[in-house]
């Protein structure tokens, strides 16, 4: 693991950036950083599945940033 590499830092949201019936998606945010580093491609219908899908994108995500 790097020394420099806090999972604590790292962040799944959920934001309405899309029209109905698909408005939801998840975006992943490292501590310090305005922009997300990574989102969700495709469009949810609701919050609470784009709020899973988004958890697991932050697992995989710390995954490989902690090899």
């Not at 590499?5 to 959920?14: K, M, R």
């Not at 490292?30 to 609701?46: N, Q, V, Y």
Request: aromatic content about 8%; overall charge positive; some cysteine.
């Amino acid at each position: 693991m790097r020394r420099d590499f806090d999972p604590a830092d790292y962040s799944a949201v959920v934001k309405l950036r899309g029209d109905p019936p698909r408005p939801w998606r998840w975006e992943i945010y490292c501590a310090g950083k305005r922009s997300p580093i990574e989102h969700s491609d495709a469009l949810f219908e609701t919050s609470a599945a784009a709020h899973k899908a988004g958890k697991q994108a932050l697992s995989q995500l710390i995954a490989r940033l902690s090899l």
